[in-house]
């Protein structure tokens, strides 16, 4: 059981500031995802937590106790590595065991009962006489988790475990570390992905970084239905977010914007009186236009692709603007390239983002 | 289906033309290097062995009898029933060039493995200035032997040498010793010199294999909590080994035909006089072609012999592969 406290954490390599002071509360037994485009930290934030990088300001606490100065394996840690990091020349018995051997003060009988018991866990009993490269990708990830699980830590750190497998096998993975998390209520995971659909899945809640700092915190369908900013939209979901330039006609009840080349739409959203006027961003989910049947339309243009994906299809309808419309609807709509398409959707599916790319809550 | 069956295309056969054409083309890019080799290193060589069952001399080549294996064993039964064993096998001077070739490769061998490992270590750590040091400590690897030869022949000369000088001065030796003809330290006086030179090749090999090993599995260990030294014991040695392997047989055969150095350093002293030494001098100075060629033919087969025993027991893998 392990809370973790980050307060004020910077990083920088000389002159190159990589973390702006980064705030987070884990809970003990939580299951965090750090997400973020590449370069936005999060690697780096997972490092520091491990003890691999020295934290340049601010404090680390583990369980109540300052760790800044603590060496990786007195921290109470365990990392999977994206490239497994598994030592070439050792069995898989002895990868798991090497860090007990090493360590004094376990009995044999002991260190082979944990291995074995870690080998069981992840169906790797059969291999624990190969070598890693006798190992298939998948095989030798489990190995690297079970050398996690040997250390029977109270903080387990992934980074990015999945990148190295083929995408059936990701997504099988993925459900095993899912199962071995409500298998090991007490202990937190941190887990580092650029993959929006592994945060999804796995977190209880998901850190969106970008550029050194955090976005948002919270949990997955809160952060995809109510993004803090156009960062955090535009980042989660798939295609992402449609966003087009608007202008806040008026605030108060009822507010109205007025996208670019495009009619004004009642939106339902807190928005200042004083805003009306104001340049901002408007947006909504492929999956929330529909194509409209009565004439009302927020969107009207040319379908330039169709994509079909076979559970839906994806068509790009030009309105105009430098960005296409992309549009989520189902797979038996006849629809073809060059056809002219009105694209509406529910109210309460539009997000306003003011001028900064701050969301207007939305009502 | 049937369309394709109908058509019956020679796949087999089209495939095998392809493969007999791609192996001429490497015939052709490997003949001239074939024909080259043949000529600098396959003729001398077959040449020497000839040559060595002959009683060729500097002055009568082309007139040499075949004389079979006298230059290496000869019986010759006297009158009075002794019985005199001559030849290249029964020399107490070519066993002791041998003796000394091996143990001057050993030795040097050995230490410059140490102190190459510790200096590729060094180097492989990341610091200021690593490119500059890398470049540096090459120097002595890329002077000519010859002119590190003279180089230290003269920081070793007895009357003059710097280094005679130096120990005076520090207190450490009370007279002037000639480091390069005292029977003493003549072994020494190369072994320095020979680690000087050839340290950084070990060190830029074992470097090499340093940099194979993925940094990751450093940081693992670092988590599990592993002490550096035995880290090094248990992850860097053991994947290092098969560059370490190649490196040190690299050494070895240049250790064992060693000639430069010592021609230059301690010419005629008999405690560093080496199979080359002994062959070159049979060969030109004592106008014994055929016995130096039975040298030259003996050193020849005891490299070969050390480097397949050397393969076969050390396992070594040249193909780089883990």
Redesign the interface.
């Known amino acids: 059981m392990a809370d973790l406290l980050l307060r004020g954490i910077k990083k920088s390599y000389g002159n190159v500031k990589v973390l702006h002071g980064i705030d987070l509360d884990i809970r003990a037994g939580e299951f965090i995802v750090f997400v973020g485009p590449s370069g936005c930290g999060k690697s780096t934030l997972l490092r520091l937590i491990?003890?691999?990088e020295d934290i340049t300001a601010g404090t680390l606490q583990i369980d109540g106790q300052v760790v800044n100065q603590l060496?990786?394996?007195?921290r109470g840690?365990?990392?999977v590595?994206q490239?497994y990091?598994?030592?070439?020349?050792m069995t898989v018995y002895d990868n798991m065991a090497?860090?007990m051997k090493?360590?004094k003060g376990h009995d044999k009988s002991e260190i082979d009962k944990r291995v074995r018991e870690a080998a069981n866990i992840l169906q790797i009993t059969p291999y624990l006489d190969r070598l890693p490269?006798q190992l298939s990708g998948g095989q030798r990830q489990r190995v690297a988790i079970g050398?996690a699980i040997v250390?029977d830590p109270k903080v387990f750190l992934f980074d990015e475990p999945l990148s190295n497998l083929d995408a059936a096998l990701r997504v099988a993975t993925r459900i095993e570390i899912n199962k071995l998390h409500e298998s090991m209520p007490g202990v937190t995971m941190i887990y580092v992905t650029h993959d929006q659909v592994e945060a999804m899945t796995l977190a209880d809640r998901i850190v969106v970084l970008n550029a050194g700092r955090v976005e948002q915190v919270g949990p997955p369908m809160e952060l995809y239905h109510n993004p803090a900013n156009l960062f955090v939209a535009r980042f989660l979901g798939s295609p992402s977010m449609n966003t087009m330039p608007c202008t806040v006609v008026s605030g108060g009840a009822n507010p109205v914007v007025k996208p670019d080349g495009c009619d004004p739409i009642v939106v339902q959203a807190t928005i200042p009186v004083s805003a009306a006027g104001a340049k901002a961003t408007f947006g909504v989910r492929p999956e929330d236009l529909d194509i409209s049947t009565n004439g009302e339309a927020i969107f009207r243009g040319k379908v330039d692709i169709v994509e079909q994906l076979g559970e839906v299809t994806l068509i790009y309808v030009d309105v105009g603007a430098p960005e296409p419309i992309v549009a989520k609807i189902p797979n038996d709509t006849v629809i073809a390239k060059g056809d002219t398409v009105a694209l509406t959707s529910e109210r309460r599916h539009l997000q306003v983002f003011d001028e900064n790319g701050i969301a207007y809550p939305r009502t | 289906m049937a369309v394709a069956e109908s058509l019956d295309m020679p796949v087999a056969k089209a495939g095998s033309e392809l493969i007999r054409q791609r192996v001429r083309a490497a015939w052709i890019f490997l003949a001239p290097m074939l024909v080259v080799l043949a000529m600098v290193a396959g003729w001398p060589l077959l040449r020497s062995i000839y040559f060595s069952f002959t009683n060729a001399s500097l002055t009568n080549i082309e007139g040499a009898q075949w004389i079979g294996f006298e230059n290496y064993l000869s019986v010759t039964t006297l009158k009075s029933g002794r019985v005199i064993y001559d030849g290249l096998l029964v020399d107490p001077l070519w066993w002791q060039s041998v003796w000394n070739t091996v143990r001057f490769s050993v030795v040097s061998v050995v230490m410059e493995t140490i102190i190459g490992m510790m200096v590729a270590l060094v180097l492989n750590a990341e610091f200021r200035g690593r490119g500059i040091v890398r470049a540096a400590i090459l120097i002595p690897w890329a002077i000519p032997t010859i002119v590190s030869a003279k180089m230290w022949a003269w920081m070793l000369n007895d009357q003059f040498g710097i280094i005679n000088d130096i120990l005076l001065h520090l207190g450490l030796i009370s007279t002037k010793i000639a480091w390069t003809a005292n029977a003493d330290t003549a072994m020494l006086a190369v072994l320095v010199v020979d680690i000087w030179k050839t340290t950084p090749f070990m060190a830029l090999l074992i470097l090499a294999g340093l940099q194979m090993i993925?940094g990751?599995?450093y940081?693992?260990?670092?988590?599990?909590?592993?002490?550096p030294i035995?880290v090094f014991w248990?992850?860097t040695l053991?994947?290092v080994r098969p560059a370490l392997m190649v490196a040190v047989i690299f050494r070895m055969l240049d250790a064992l035909r060693i000639f430069d150095l010592i021609y230059v350093l301690t010419a005629n002293n008999s405690q560093t006089k080496t199979m080359s030494v002994f062959a070159r001098e049979n060969l030109f100075d004592f106008d014994k072609f055929a016995y130096g060629s039975a040298a030259s033919t003996m050193l020849f087969l005891i490299l070969t012999v050390i480097t397949v025993v050397y393969i076969i027991v050390g396992k070594v893998n040249f193909e780089g592969g883990?």
Not at chain 1, 71 to 74: F, H, L, N, R
Not at chain 1, 85 to 89: E, F, G, K, R, T
């Open positions: 491990a003890g691999l060496a990786p394996s007195k840690i365990a990392m590595f490239s990091a598994l030592y070439p020349h090497f860090g090493l360590a490269k050398r250390r | 993925p990751d599995i940081e693992a260990a670092k988590i599990d909590g592993v002490h035995k248990k992850v053991p994947l883990r």
